[in-house]
């Protein structure tokens, strides 16, 4: 079991599984109601998909926690981190310090020695930070703040924060760009596999980082997919 990156999860349920279908229909109409209750437009997901729906494997549920502390070390080090196992990347320090950076922008508070990406809008990679890692949607528009689901119990299947795929395709290739990964390599390409199966110890930060690229390189497939169809992207 793992994370699954889908877009066009409605259509490839209505293809093969009848029940599920019906629960994501309920869990899309919940959706609706927190974007309505957001001010935003509600989200049309479509029934069909040119050229079929589309998934991809994460590096289980740990490749997007590498993912974040890669990004919380390039907002707050200004520099990437070295590989480190699953264990590492979610005990780390410094991402551990951005998510609290995250919590004080959005409380309107700041902390001690706070840096200064605060003083932005939002701060840094705020689609890749503020989303449940097991489920939830990223919507095929601009949204530039992270929508949260606001109902007291959260609903079901929302994962309480709604991102852009558009917002996260800006923040991974941002990512993909500090790690050198070659413009449009295939995210199911051979070497891709191989570096995470036996990360070589030199070359390219992206061969060397190979779970960050193993993962940035799917969701920004995702992204493109998801902006290209109007299909959500769904962590399920």
């Given at each position: 079991m793992g994370l699954n990156i889908v877009v066009g999860y409605l259509a490839e349920q209505l293809e093969y599984d009848e029940e599920g279908a019906s629960w994501h229909r309920e869990v899309l109409g919940d959706l609706n109601?927190?974007?309505?209750?957001?001010?935003?437009?509600?989200?049309?997901?479509?029934?069909?998909?040119?050229?079929?729906?589309?998934?991809?494997?994460?590096?289980?549920?740990?490749?997007?926690?590498?993912?974040?502390?890669?990004?919380?070390?390039?907002?707050?080090?200004?520099?990437?981190?070295?590989?480190?196992?699953?264990?590492?990347?979610?005990?780390?320090?410094?991402l551990a310090r951005f998510y609290r950076l995250h919590d004080a922008h959005l409380r309107g508070g700041r902390e001690n020695g706070v840096l200064n990406f605060l003083k932005r809008r939002n701060p840094p990679f705020s689609h890749l930070i503020l989303h449940s890692d097991a489920e939830g949607f990223y919507l095929p528009r601009a949204v530039p703040d992270v929508i949260f689901d606001r109902h007291s119990p959260?609903?079901?299947?929302?994962?309480?924060?709604?991102?852009?795929?558009?917002?996260?395709?800006?923040?991974?290739?941002?990512?993909?760009?500090?790690?050198?990964?070659p413009s449009g390599i295939d995210p199911e390409g051979e070497e891709i596999y191989k570096n995470v199966e036996a990360p070589p110890t030199d070359g390219e930060p992206w061969q060397r980082?190979?779970?960050?690229?193993?993962?940035?390189?799917?969701?920004?497939?995702?992204?493109?997919?998801?902006l290209e169809t109007g299909a959500a992207i769904v962590f399920s």
């Open positions: 109601l927190v974007l309505t209750e957001a001010g935003e437009p509600p989200h049309h997901e479509p029934e069909e998909i040119p050229g079929g729906s589309q998934s991809w494997e994460s590096y289980g549920y740990s490749g997007l926690h590498h993912v974040r502390r890669l990004a919380a070390w390039l907002a707050i080090n200004r520099r990437l981190p070295h590989p480190c196992s699953y264990e590492k990347a979610t005990d780390d320090a410094v959260q609903r079901d299947g929302i994962g309480g924060m709604v991102g852009s795929a558009k917002e996260l395709l800006t923040e991974c290739r941002e990512l993909a760009h500090a790690l050198s990964i980082l190979s779970i960050e690229t193993f993962v940035i390189t799917r969701l920004i497939a995702a992204c493109e997919k998801s």
